[in-house]
């Protein structure tokens, strides 16, 4: 359940949405713009050029200390020892059991510095689970989320667009814009080249200002990621899933002994998560049911692909690339084809 209207958290660029027209929905406790002209050409605008995303919702935790790498290493999936100063690595947050508490980007901002980047909807449950397991280690956990505003500027043309030199891809370094002391990552959610921008929260105004790019909103942020089969927690990953099935065993590195290791090890799972493309009419929705057996996580047209396109969980012996499924849309059976990852590319 949503809360009421008047306890949504709003961002320092909600006046510059209201102004822009946006659409603003509540999402994951805030009143985030879901769209602005409209989704696919906002969509469509990130793939041929570029396009602004006020994704301030997201939350950070820093973890510093002589001990911080090791505590990360602890309750991180991915190998943080490999992580160099000024690289970001993406890993998930894991259950004694295997489950997925979050999938998250991690940033090493220093030799003992490192600041991880939550989903919204998860962020309290992180920063509590990043201090339980934080006893016992040299480290200090922090709550980072109030000093940060979020940006993305995402396209072929984002990087014109900035008045900085960029890092390249999974690297991060300090820049000022506008005045603004900022984190300018190579990282992003849409499958285009571009960045991530964390700004202190009072100068995010005079970064988005200075930027001047078309504002995209929320909706077209999810079909550009699902059309290169990014996941979205609350979709496709969960609790009550485990990575390996997901496909994200490659970021589960089993002998750093990080929390909830043991519990994959020997997992074969019975059910994969799987993208696929219908071959007919149709647009399948979280909850579809997949013949002859499965479930849609996420789905909707693509604006580039112009089909029915999504991710579902399906059992193992049918997750094979070219297979056929059928997905039950409200009631009609629709024709659709397991594919390889992504759906989308330049020269889709």
Not at 25 to 51: C, K
Not at 63 to 82: H, K, T
Not at 298 to 311: F, K
Request: glycine content about 10%; proline content about 7%; hydrophobic content about 40%.
């Amino acid at each position: 359940m949503q809360p009421a209207a008047e306890t949504l958290r709003r961002t320092p660029l909600y006046d510059r949405h209201e102004a822009a027209g946006a659409r603003l929905v509540p999402f994951a406790g805030w009143e985030m713009p879901v769209q602005y002209e409209g989704i696919r050409e906002e969509h469509l605008t990130v793939r041929s050029t570029a396009g602004l995303f006020d994704v301030s919702h997201m939350g950070e935790i820093e973890a510093s200390g002589p001990g911080a790498e090791d505590f990360l290493q602890r309750v991180l999936s991915n190998d943080v020892s490999r992580l160099a100063v000024g690289g970001a690595q993406y890993s998930v947050l894991c259950a004694e059991d295997g489950g997925v508490l979050d999938d998250l980007f991690t940033y090493r901002l220093d030799e003992a510095r490192y600041l991880t980047v939550t989903n919204a909807s998860n962020h309290e449950k992180d920063l509590a689970w990043f201090r339980r397991h934080a006893e016992g280690f040299d480290v200090s956990v922090r709550d980072a989320q109030v000093d940060y505003a979020m940006l993305a500027l995402q396209g072929p043309d984002a990087r014109g667009l900035l008045p900085v030199d960029a890092p390249p891809r999974m690297r991060i370094a300090s820049a000022e814009i506008a005045g603004v002391e900022c984190l300018v990552a190579g990282t992003g959610y849409t499958g285009e080249d571009g960045v991530e921008l964390l700004v202190p929260s009072d100068g995010a105004l005079a970064v988005w200002d200075a930027l001047d790019a078309t504002p995209v909103g929320l909706g077209a942020r999810d079909t550009l990621r699902l059309e290169v089969c990014f996941h979205l927690y609350g979709n496709d990953l969960s609790e009550d899933r485990n990575p390996i099935e997901a496909g994200l065993g490659w970021c589960c590195k089993l002998d750093t002994g990080f929390v909830g290791a043991d519990a994959l090890r020997d997992v074969q799972p019975s059910e994969k998560l799987v993208p696929f493309v219908f071959t007919g009419p149709g647009i399948p929705r979280q909850g579809n049911a997949v013949e002859p057996a499965g479930v849609v996580t996420s789905g909707s047209l693509s604006p580039c692909l112009g089909v029915g396109i999504g991710m579902a969980y399906v059992p193992a012996d049918t997750a094979e690339p070219g297979t056929p499924i059928e997905v039950d849309v409200r009631g009609k059976p629709r024709s659709a084809e397991v594919r390889e990852k992504p759906l989308y590319t330049k020269e889709s």
